[in-house]
């Protein structure tokens, strides 16, 4: 018997942050191999592996991420909660699914597969590296804090990095020197007010200017500027990343950095559902048939300084894991 609120404490002690997760890889896999499952370690990058654990030939694989975001927060906790990075995103999600796992081993169920990713964070490189893993399932349930409601859809994610270059001058004599800066603000304005996709599932596209740097002094015209901006995706992408290169001046340059698709799909009678405005693996995972995605906590505390789960909530979830298994595996 696996206890789920144990699990989590001993994963949120080993910090895990993005291509730093072998600690916390080489400690889950000992463990499920210890349960009796085969595990298999699959090199995503050197130091950086997934983890693929397996009793019978799956019907059903539950999956998450054992990244977290930096910087790393210790564990602590209270009556109610867990308090650490990753309580919530996603490592207490792992625990639940593991003690889910052995909850429908002991009913006599074997065939439920463990698939735990790195580089969630940051690429989902753990993610799209698992698709060439086997033997499949014919569903996978993603873990994301979701207050333990299906998600039937969610956001994407297009990251774009700006690039500003001028010329530096005396800033007494502006017309000997050309400003980054301003040619990066005039570029940033122009994004800003191109109008953004709506869907009527996933409501309308948002845009976050995350950084912006540049220039050396206030007495020097700006050399050089750039500026990172993320953009919530409801859909295809190509028509967007058209506009932006139509909104790019002389000195300016776009690079489109990173993007995660925008994932719509459905929920079984009965289970209450959700739409999410973050981003996940899931659209990643669509080489191991019908996905979910569904976890206890909420995503409004992850990545701050006050990420922790509800003990009782984290415990509801190992329920409603086990209970999605069994119907689909059912059907």
């Known amino acids: 018997m696996i206890d789920p609120v144990e699990l989590t404490r001993q994963l949120v002690a080993i910090p895990s942050p993005t291509r730093e997760e072998g600690a916390v890889v080489a400690w889950l896999a000992d463990l499920l191999e210890r ?7 699959q090199t995503v990058t050197p130091g950086r592996d997934n983890i693929y654990a397996l009793r019978d030939a799956p019907e059903v694989v539950f999956s998450t991420h054992l990244d977290c975001v930096p910087p790393y927060l210790p564990l602590s906790e209270d009556a109610e909660f867990i308090h650490g990075r990753g309580s919530c995103d996603a490592k207490g999600l792992a625990a639940a699914m593991v003690a889910a796992a052995e909850r429908l ?28 893993l086997t033997p499949k399932g014919h569903c996978l349930i993603n873990g994301e804090p979701t207050e333990n409601r299906l998600t ?12 500003a270059e ?20 005039e570029v940033m304005a122009r994004i800003r007010a191109l109008p953004l996709p709506t869907d009527e599932l996933l409501g309308p596209a948002t845009l976050n200017i995350g950084t ?20 919530r995706s409801v859909g295809p992408t190509d028509g967007l990343k058209a506009a932006i290169g139509a909104c790019l001046i002389p000195g300016v340059t776009a690079e489109f950095v990173a993007e995660i698709p925008a994932y719509k799909g459905r929920a079984p009678a009965g289970w ?10 899931l659209p990643f995972h669509e080489s191991w048939g019908e996905r979910f995605q569904l976890g206890p906590g909420t995503i409004r505390v992850a ?8 003990k009782r909530e984290l415990l509801e979830g190992v329920e409603w894991y086990a209970r999605l298994a069994r119907e689909l595996i059912a059907r």
């Open 272 to 281: 209450d559902s959700t739409v999410v405005s973050f981003a996940s693996d």
């Open 105 to 132: 081993v002991d009913e006599g169920e074997r065939r439920v597969a463990l698939l735990f990713v790195v580089g969630e964070e940051f690429g989902s490189d753990g993610a799209r590296a698992a698709s060439s």
């Open 35 to 41: 349960l009796g499952y085969a595990v298999t370690r």
């Open 303 to 310: 990545h701050t300084d006050h990420e922790r789960i509800s």
């Open 166 to 185: 001028g010329r530096a001058a005396h800033s007494a004599y502006p017309d000997e020197g050309d400003s980054a800066i301003e040619g990066l603000l």
């Open 212 to 231: 912006i740097s540049g220039g050396v002094a206030p007495n020097v015209i700006a050399p050089a500027a750039e500026s990172k901006i993320l953009i």
């Open 152 to 163: 039937i859809g969610q956001k994407g994610a297009l990251g774009i990095h700006l690039r």
